[in-house]
């Protein structure tokens, strides 16, 4: 079946640190991408979403995201980590358009000053 | 972009009710989706949402328990029925575009049942 992983469950960096969140997809036709974050208490921001093209994909906040399709992989990375980034992040996937997103099972960010 | 609106945005409901939420998009939209996210868990899909059909439905989910309406292009509804404190949870509506990958999410509705 159809599956996202988020190998790490909870990060903790220090603030101005940098940042990768490792997501990866099952293999089979590339999927298209992308990066969600959910603060406590608020719902869904995409960060970002990779289509086509270039493999490097900037988004909002001083995200970048890049595909790697020889590891099925989408991770998330930022240079330097604000605390304001603490947060739960989500991978999620889509082989088909129109149908809803897959997502892994998320990633908490914490930063420590 | 289309910007999503749920309501309510919290909710208290005792065993047993119903609570009804709704999902309203600024603009038409072909797809929408219902999501559940239970606490410290990620995304699930309820089911989607096609205008003018019945929803379909994930495996683990009924219609008796969470019936679904789209009247329109821009609108639905996700009923939560017979609540136990199970079902507390967020409850999320997401909307996407005819042939767009792209969804967009609201806010969620948070609902805890005692």
């Known amino acids: 079946a159809q599956s996202v992983t988020q190998p790490d469950i909870h990060i903790t960096v220090s603030e101005g640190a940098s940042l990768e969140l490792r997501c990866n997809y099952s293999y089979g036709a590339t999927p298209y991408l992308f990066w969600y974050v959910q603060s406590p208490g608020q719902g869904l921001q995409l960060l970002l979403k990779y289509f086509s093209g270039d493999t490097l994909v900037q988004g909002i906040k001083g995200f970048e995201a890049e595909f790697k399709r020889s590891q099925s992989s989408f991770n998330l990375r930022k240079p330097s980590v604000h605390w304001s980034d603490a947060a739960e992040y989500f991978c999620?996937?889509?082989?088909?358009?129109?149908?809803?997103?897959?997502f892994g099972k998320g990633t908490t960010l914490s930063v420590s000053s | 972009s289309a910007v999503i609106s749920q309501k309510p945005s919290r909710d208290i409901c005792q065993r047993g009710t119903s609570l009804t939420i709704q999902c309203q998009v600024d603009?038409?939209?072909?797809?929408m989706f219902w999501y559940r996210q239970q606490p410290g868990q990620s995304l699930t899909l309820i089911a989607t949402?096609?205008?003018?059909?019945?929803?379909?439905?994930e495996s683990g989910f009924v219609i008796d328990k969470f019936p679904i309406s789209r009247p329109n292009l821009t609108f639905s509804t996700l009923t939560v029925s017979n609540m136990s404190p199970e079902d507390s949870s967020i409850y999320l509506c997401?909307?996407?575009?005819?042939?767009?990958?792209?969804?967009?999410f609201g806010p969620g509705t948070r609902l805890t049942v005692t």
């Open positions: 997401s909307a996407s575009a005819s042939g767009s990958y792209e969804q967009y």
């Open positions: 603009s038409q939209v072909t797809m």
């Open positions: 949402a096609n205008q003018g059909s019945e929803a379909t439905y």
């Open positions: 999620a996937v889509d082989w088909q358009a129109g149908t809803a997103l897959i």
